[in-house]
């Protein structure tokens, strides 16, 4: 089995190299991925990575951001030119790992279509927030996700983006794929009395790193939504986007934390759990002992 992992990027200078370098180590042979025209160090980054790694680059600076188009596209390139049998349609800040800590392959078959896997978001301490590489650590697990609705998060300031539900994510074969959706949370397939879901794979994703990496993705959605007055944004950019007018991002930012005292709130009612050590962590320890 060979399994591809592709990514779509852009200024991913803070997670892209840990995330190649840990699914490389979870079992993903091969890698494709398209800079969203990147200004910071990201290619430079992919260039280094290019030299240890089976991993093609794809540069695309369209602002137009056809996500689902891109990702399906990519996963028809992973089986042409890289013969993949499966692939994953990966975030920068998104890692996947088998939950008995062996290889993702071993978990996967080739008579698979689309598996589905859930996603779990973490939510850093405040001491993470200050560190680029403070996720690495985290170790707050939403489990139990608070199910406001988008209306309430838009305006309600004491609302906390990472406590949101998160939709799954999937693997797909990419011999009779259809499509591949625009947030990669589900595929179409044309054998489709094959897909499954699987609870052996856990996705956990960081949404939100350091203030200084969520100050420059919100700035550089500032950028978009000049560029393209017409797009409607997502509900998440609209609040962050008021907030960075007002003057009011750090705020903002830090309502996505938690203290110590909160943390346990959070715990006490089943909201998060502690994984310590996460896959990621583990993973780190590792490759630094």
Same mark, same amino acid.
């Given at each position: 089995?060979?399994?591809?992992?592709?990514?779509?990027?852009?200024?991913?200078?803070?997670?892209?190299?840990?995330?190649?370098?840990?699914?490389?180590?979870?079992?993903?042979?091969?890698?494709?991925?398209?800079?969203?025209?990147?200004?910071?160090?990201?290619?430079?980054?992919?260039?280094?990575?290019?030299?240890?790694?089976?991993?093609?680059?794809?540069?695309?600076?369209?602002?137009?951001?056809?996500?689902?188009?891109?990702?399906?596209?990519?996963?028809?390139?992973?089986?042409?030119?890289?013969?993949?049998?499966?692939?994953?349609?990966?975030?920068?800040?998104?890692?996947?790992?088998?939950?008995?800590?062996?290889?993702?392959?071993?978990?996967?078959?080739?008579?698979?279509?689309?598996?589905?896997?859930?996603?779990?978001?973490?939510?850093?301490?405040?001491?993470?927030?200050? =560190?680029?590489?403070?996720?690495?650590?985290?170790?707050?697990?939403?489990?139990?996700?608070?199910?406001?609705?988008?209306?309430?998060?838009?305006?309600?300031?004491?609302?906390?983006?990472?406590?949101?539900?998160?939709?799954?994510?999937?693997?797909?074969?990419?011999?009779?794929?259809?499509?591949?959706?625009?947030?990669?949370?589900?595929?179409?397939?044309?054998?489709?009395?094959?897909?499954?879901?699987?609870?052996?794979?856990?996705?956990?994703?960081?949404?939100?790193?350091?203030?200084?990496?969520?100050?420059?993705?919100?700035?550089?959605?500032?950028?978009?939504?000049?560029?393209?007055?017409?797009?409607?944004?997502?509900?998440?950019?609209?609040?962050?986007?008021?907030?960075?007018?007002?003057?009011?991002?750090?705020?903002?930012?830090?309502?996505?934390?938690?203290? =110590?005292?909160?943390?346990?709130?959070?715990?006490?009612?089943?909201?998060?759990?502690?994984?310590?050590?996460?896959?990621?962590?583990?993973?780190?320890?590792?490759?630094?002992?």
């Amino acid at each position: 089995m060979k399994l591809v992992m592709t990514l779509l990027v852009k200024n991913e200078e803070d997670t892209v190299e840990t995330n190649i370098r840990f699914h490389a180590d979870q079992g993903v042979d091969a890698f494709i991925v398209m800079d969203n025209g990147s200004t910071d160090a990201t290619p430079d980054i992919l260039r280094t990575l290019q030299k240890e790694y089976e991993l093609t680059v794809v540069h695309n600076a369209s602002t137009a951001y056809k996500q689902s188009q891109w990702m399906t596209g990519m996963a028809r390139q992973a089986r042409r030119e890289l013969g993949a049998d499966l692939v994953i349609s990966n975030d920068a800040d998104e890692f996947w790992s088998a939950r008995d800590g062996s290889s993702l392959k071993t978990k996967l078959s080739l008579r698979d279509s689309v598996v589905t896997v859930r996603r779990f978001n973490f939510i850093l301490d405040e001491v993470q927030g200050e =560190e680029r590489d403070g996720y690495v650590h985290c170790a707050n697990r939403v489990i139990n996700p608070i199910l406001y609705t988008s209306q309430e998060y838009e305006v309600q300031k004491k609302l906390s983006m990472p406590l949101q539900r998160i939709a799954p994510k999937v693997i797909v074969n990419p011999l009779g794929l259809l499509h591949i959706n625009g947030g990669n949370h589900r595929a179409k397939h044309m054998m489709f009395w094959r897909n499954r879901r699987s609870d052996d794979i856990v996705v956990d994703h960081y949404p939100i790193l350091s203030y200084k990496n969520f100050e420059k993705k919100i700035q550089s959605r500032q950028v978009i939504r000049t560029l393209h007055p017409e797009r409607r944004l997502n509900v998440h950019y609209r609040r962050w986007l008021a907030s960075l007018d007002a003057g009011e991002l750090r705020q903002e930012y830090r309502q996505m934390l938690v203290n =110590e005292k909160e943390r346990d709130v959070l715990q006490r009612f089943g909201v998060i759990e502690r994984v310590e050590p996460t896959a990621l962590a583990r993973w780190h320890a590792a490759r630094h002992a």
